[in-house]
Structure formats: C-alpha cells, structure tokens
C-alpha cells in the first residue's frame, strides 16, 4: 500500500513538473516588453545583423523580446497570415507569397548578395575547365540552384549542356561533403564550408556576389501587422538596422567576433574573424536594396510560381518604416 501511495505521490509530482514546465514565462510581462515571434528558415551566418541585434539587447531597448522559430520559410509565410508567428525571416518566401497575391511585405533587407562560392577540386583553376564537369548544387528551385544557374550562364555555362548541375539538398555541408568525397568536381558553398575548403587547398573559382545581386535576409510581415501595429513593426525595423550598423563599425570588430562566436558556436577566434570578413562582403550599408535586384527576385518567384501577372516592388516591399528609422538614426543614402 505504501508503495502504491509513494508512486502516486511522484507521479503526481512529475505532472505538476510537467505543468510548470509548460506555463509560459512571465518575467517578459513583468519586465515591460513584448513577446514578438519571427519564423526562420535558416541558421546561416548571414543573418548576423539580425543576431546582433539581438546579443546586443537592441529588441530589448525597443521594448521587444524576440523570439526566433525555425521553419521553412512556406511554412513561416502561411504562419505569419494565420498570426501564428508575426515576422518572416525569410525575404524570399515573404516575396514568393506576395507574388502569389497573398498579402504580406518585406520591410527591409540585411543581404543584397548571395554568400555563395564555387568552390572546385584542386586540379581546376579556371571556370573554363568545368566543361563536361558535375556541379552541386541546391534543392530544386532553391535559391543556391537559381543563383548557380545565373552564375554559370554569365560565363557562358549552360547547365544541362555545358556543366551538369546536380540538386544536392538545401545543406552547404551536404555541398562540402560530396565535393570531398569526389561526388562532384566543384561546389557552391557558403560560410564556413568555403574557408575550410580553401584551406584544405580547394580552389575558390566564383565568388557569386561579384556576378548577381540576389537581395536575401532581413524580415516581412502581413498587410494586416503593418496596419495595425505601425509602432511594433517600426521599433523592429529600428533594432535591426541598429544591429547592421553595429556590425559594420569598424570599432565593433572584436564585439561582432564575440557575437559569431556565442551564435554559431565557433571555437577558433580566427575562423570567426574570417567568417566575419565573409560575411560583410554582403551585407547591405542602410537595410536598403536597389529595386532593379528586388525585382529580378520577384521575377523569378513570378516564373517558379507560374504566375502571368505582372508584380511591382511597391506590391511587396514597404520602405516607409526604414526611411523613417535611417532619419532618425542619423543614415544617409
């Protein structure tokens, strides 16, 4: 009997474990700021405005405590509409989905480049050489694969004819991996899988961002956030564009190591340097992209999604909560 009361009495102490366990935390409505959600397709070191900001308590100043769900960036657009999470991390699924009619808009960008290197095997040391060569690439339709066909057309590859470019998943490890395992003869690899290529004695052929202006990361959200949250969505977009322009001081070097170091788990304060380095040769100056390179991202939704209709930029960016942030942080164009 005694035993039966004693396996009760734990029982009913491991629900109440698993009860407290999942009421959610009230220390952010003591503290005064406001629980915000914001799904993410990726973990990629390109976001690191973003993380900055975030290290940095810049959402915190705002009165915002963010959190960042990971998804794939369909899944964050269907979630932002059904106002499960409030912001899409993921720029090109926010485009994709407006393209599609759906009702929702970027509101800044931290990326106007692709981080994206062809990285070939140690013999090839020209472009010309990938001739009749197999090439990795991404998921079908994935924006590695879109951006590696443009690429490889601008010096005169036609894939499918010239070079044969293999879907290899949306994963630059998986990239890296079958490039060593002489799957491929050349990779398009991201950060830090070019760094250790290279020092492997890999080649680095193409740096992608020096051929195509691909805009990438930053943040959307619904027609119907941006109408009735104006102030939320701007402190947002303030906190952010405070984390870029955290990271491109020059002063900050040793902090934004810091911050790549804590995020993505890097040891080598070197490589996260380097991967630093990296990472600024594609980060917008003021969150602000051309919207020429906006629209060669909306076209090219526009033919994924067979849409017919003709998309403007002003249909899925809204700008006005960045200008109004650039004013009053003091940026000029």
Excluded: C
């Excluded at 600024?280 to 033919?303: F, G, H, M, N």
């Excluded at 017919?308 to 942030?325: H, Q, R």
Aim: hydrophobic fraction near 40%.
């Amino acid at each position: 009997m005694q035993r039966k009361q004693s396996m009760s009495a734990k029982l009913v102490g491991i629900s109440f474990l698993l009860l407290v366990l999942t009421i959610p935390a009230r220390g952010d409505a003591q503290s005064g700021l406001k629980k915000v959600r914001m799904g993410s397709s990726s973990t990629n070191v390109s976001f690191l405005a973003l993380y900055t900001a975030l290290h940095r308590g810049f959402f915190k100043d705002e009165g915002i405590d963010l959190e960042i769900v990971y998804m794939p960036a369909n899944l964050a657009s269907t979630a932002v509409l059904n106002g499960d999470v409030d912001y899409n991390g993921a720029v090109t699924g926010t485009i994709g989905a407006a393209v599609r009619g759906q009702p929702m808009k970027v509101l800044l960008f931290t990326v106007s480049k692709p981080l994206l290197f062809l990285i070939s095997k140690r013999e090839i040391r020209d472009v010309k050489q990938l001739k009749g060569k197999k090439i990795a690439g991404s998921s079908p339709g994935g924006s590695a694969t879109l951006i590696a066909d443009k690429v490889l057309k601008h010096y005169g590859l036609e894939p499918g004819r010239d070079v044969s470019l293999l879907p290899m998943g949306g994963s630059a490890a998986g990239r890296y991996a079958v490039l060593e395992t002489n799957v491929v003869d050349a990779s398009f690899l991201s950060v830090p899988e070019n760094i250790i290529a290279l020092e492997k004695g890999y080649n680095e052929l193409i740096f992608a961002g020096d051929v195509v202006e691909f805009p990438q990361n930053g943040f959307g959200a619904s027609d119907k956030k941006i109408r009735e949250n104006p102030d939320e969505i701007y402190r947002m977009v303030r906190a952010t564009l405070r984390g870029l322009q955290f990271v491109w001081d020059k002063s900050h070097q040793e902090a934004v190591t810091n911050i790549m170091m804590k995020q993505w788990k890097v040891n080598d304060r070197k490589m996260a340097a380097e991967m630093s380095r990296q990472v600024s040769r594609v980060l917008t100056k003021d969150a602000y992209v051309k919207p020429e390179s906006v629209q060669v991202l909306i076209d090219l939704a526009r033919e994924s999604a067979k849409v017919t209709k003709a998309v403007s930029v002003s249909e899925v960016v809204d700008y006005s909560f960045l200008d109004k942030a650039r004013k009053e942080l003091g940026i000029t164009k």
